[in-house]
């Protein structure tokens, strides 16, 4: 069994605590499917109106709707529009993830959301907890839909078990900066937090960054070379992972 020495966990999501298949094919849908609904209910709230003049920023909408001239006035029509082309393209933007946060928060209230949570996860967090070991959270999902999903699970509320989250407002996922400003922020020495996650260019970045790093090798996740095996302690879930804390 791998074994690692350190103060704090570093985790992603999807793939790793969550299946990729909830995001894909529930937490996606669910928002192109409900986008128009909830800008329809909020168009003149001060933070939607926000969230649209920061999606009329974007590059991809005048590839979207054409020149600035040729632009229809927004609505809530063709602003949904825009929001389902950004889904289908799978682009991490920050307005969109914004925007899809607050239609998930609708969804997680009446119960038609719960998120996904692999068996493993809650025990090993217990476990971490018990231990004294720290745990945050990094995510390309909004800090927002993170603690949705992690506080409106399928078991339960997991967030007294996280004391921090991280999206890519400290920086893009596969770049080493991104680590290190989540080390600087942590105040810890990169050395002394174990990042995991199922992508081998995030493991990258975060070794670079001078972190330990582990690869979940779960049901569905893109599968794991040869050469990414040699390079990355991999495991198929965290049940298999010992944890200790650095005194």
């Known amino acids: ?34 986008s128009k609904a909830f800008l329809e209910e909020s168009w003149n709230n001060p933070e939607t109106q926000s969230i649209v003049q920061d999606l009329r920023k974007l590059s991809e909408y005048k590839d979207y709707l054409g020149p600035v001239d040729e632009q229809p006035t927004a609505s809530p029509g063709n602003v949904a529009s825009f929001v389902n082309f950004l889904i289908e ?17 609708k969804g997680y209230a009446n119960g038609n959301i719960k998120g996904h949570i692999y068996a493993d996860v809650l025990p090993a967090f217990k476990r971490w907890h018990e231990a004294g070991l720290r745990l945050a959270i ?14 409106q ?10 004391s921090g989250h991280y999206d ?3 920086g893009h996922k596969q770049e080493k900066e991104s680590y290190v400003n989540i080390a600087k922020d942590l105040d810890l020495p990169a050395e002394d937090i174990l990042f995991l996650t199922d992508v081998v260019k995030e493991a990258e ?32 879930n965290f049940n298999n992972l010992k944890i200790n804390l650095k005194e």
Not at 4 to 18: A, N, Q, W, Y
Not at 145 to 150: G, K, N, S, T, V
Not at 205 to 215: C, K, W, Y
């Open 168 to 170: 890519t407002a400290v």
């Open 1 to 34: 069994m791998p074994e690692f020495t350190v103060k704090l966990i570093l985790s992603d999501i999807e793939g790793t605590t969550t299946s990729i298949s909830f995001v894909k094919d529930v937490l996606f849908p669910y928002a192109k499917t409900h």
């Open 205 to 236: 970045a975060a070794r670079d960054a001078g972190m330990q790093v582990a690869l979940l090798n779960r049901p569905g996740n893109a599968p794991l070379t040869d050469d990414d095996k040699t390079a990355f302690t991999f495991v198929d």
């Open 138 to 151: 990094y995510s390309s999902g909004s800090v927002k839909a993170q603690q949705l999903l992690f506080g």
């Open 153 to 162: 699970s399928e078991m339960g509320n997991l967030l007294p078990y996280v």
């Open 89 to 105: 393209k799978d682009l991490k933007v920050g307005p969109l993830k914004t925007l899809q946060g607050l239609v998930w928060a």
